[in-house]
């Protein structure tokens, strides 16, 4: 994609109809040291890419204002084009400084398009939407626009699913509200262009301080803002998590681990941190419990964190004699801490004696136990070796397990 505009050049043809401000210039604090939402990648694009395309493809806009922080022009604009869809309409955008609120980046958004559209040209309605809000669909934008040709000022809006209080400066409630009568805004918030410009200027001159649009606009005009449905899933990314929630990029990861040990006299049979009754129990440098072994590998090459050798090398005394109930419970920590969680693990255990179905249930139960999750998550089968080799012997224990994770955060 090349771009021959520099940031406040615009092609000012074909300027009359619509005018879409996208907003980018907030400081995205409550995404820690991650950086800019808007710049975040998305759907083969970014955020705020995202967030262009459902505008720009209903081809309704002539003109596009995309408001950007201080210092960050370059970056707004790759952010932007990041979607090949969204080059086509590189002769219709400004990219517009923002101020150091929401309500003095849209001014400044109106004020630019003004300047940019001949008099004659001048677009007949505004949509004012949030570059963190990449899920709205074209449907939405097609309805809010055509409400607000109609009413003057159009919004859509869900009711809230939990029960909203007035609260005073110390916490208790002062006033019970009805949901019914409570509606959550989104954007895109549709406008007439002229007039919200118009009370842009004289909320700012008055020294009104708003939240949103639709605030400035019933301070000032008679007919006040029309409501219409909104849609659940057009979200504004605020925490790393809300990312996660339509992305179609949501990611899961599978692991295989494998553990084999020999039986011999003398020793103890674990498996899954359960103590089975038998002649023989597993030999190795930690309590040779076979099916743990084999879970920890499985989370730890799904994760990408390691594998269990080199977590827990047996060349290390410290984890001579270990319980493997603690080697696992460390592991998983690290994987938890990394962001991922468990959706479910299936493990075989191979061994000729004895049976196992009677302990199935407690040692599906201590896995659960270990890894913090519900015993449905956990699945354990037992098969023989028909005679054949080691296992078929008596001589060993073989275990696999497979695991699925997925990223709970980004």
Not at 165 to 189: E, F, G, Y
Not at 275 to 283: A, H, L, R, S
Not at 291 to 310: E, F, K, P, W
Not at 382 to 402: N, P, R, S, W, Y
């Amino acid at each position: 994609m090349t771009t021959k505009k520099t940031t406040t050049d615009i092609a000012k043809k074909d300027c009359a109809g619509a005018a879409l401000i996208l907003l980018a210039g907030g400081s995205s604090t409550r995404m820690g040291q991650l950086g800019k939402k808007e710049f975040f990648p998305l759907d083969g694009g970014t955020v705020l890419s995202c967030a262009a395309v459902a505008f720009l493809k209903t081809n309704l806009f002539s003109i596009v204002a995309v408001a950007y922080p201080s210092g960050e022009l370059t970056a707004t604009k790759s952010a932007f084009f990041a979607l090949s869809a969204n080059s086509d309409f590189s002769e219709k955008i400004i990219f517009v400084q923002g101020g150091e609120t929401r309500q003095e980046s849209v001014l400044q958004a109106l004020r630019s398009i003004k300047k940019n559209c001949k008099q004659d040209e001048m677009p007949q309605t505004v949509l004012i939407h949030d570059g963190a809000r990449p899920f709205v669909s074209s449907a939405l934008v097609r309805k809010t626009l055509k409400a607000a040709q109609k009413f003057g000022a159009a919004v859509p809006a869900l009711e809230p699913v939990e029960t909203q209080k007035v609260i005073d400066s110390k916490k208790k409630i002062v006033r019970h509200l009805q949901r019914k009568n409570l509606a959550a805004v989104q954007t895109p918030q549709g406008f007439n262009f002229e007039k919200i410009l118009q009370f842009h200027e004289r909320a700012k001159k008055d020294l009104l301080k708003c939240t949103d649009d639709t605030e400035i606009w019933d301070n000032y005009a008679e007919q006040k803002t029309h409501v219409i449905p909104g849609e659940s899933e057009n979200i504004k990314i605020t925490y790393p998590k809300d990312l996660a929630k339509n992305s179609c990029e949501i990611e899961n990861r599978i692991g295989l681990g494998y553990d084999v040990h020999r039986l011999a006299e003398g020793r103890t049979l674990v498996l899954g941190g359960v103590k089975i009754p038998f002649e023989k129990g597993e030999v190795g440098h930690s309590d040779g419990d076979a099916l743990l072994h084999a879970i920890t590998d499985a989370v730890l090459g799904a994760s990408a964190l390691g594998d269990i050798g080199s977590y827990f090398p047996d060349t290390d005394e410290r984890w001579r004699g270990a319980d493997s109930k603690k080697l696992l419970s460390l592991a998983w920590n690290d994987v938890k801490k990394s962001g991922w969680q468990l959706q479910n693990l299936d493990c075989v255990i191979k061994m000729q004696k004895p049976k196992f179905i009677p302990h199935r249930e407690k040692v599906r139960n201590s896995i659960a136990k270990i890894l913090g999750v519900s015993q449905e998550k956990i699945f354990v089968k037992a098969k023989t070796a028909e005679g054949l080799g080691d296992v078929g012997h008596g001589e060993a224990i073989e275990c696999q397990a497979i695991c699925l994770l997925k990223r709970n955060e980004y």
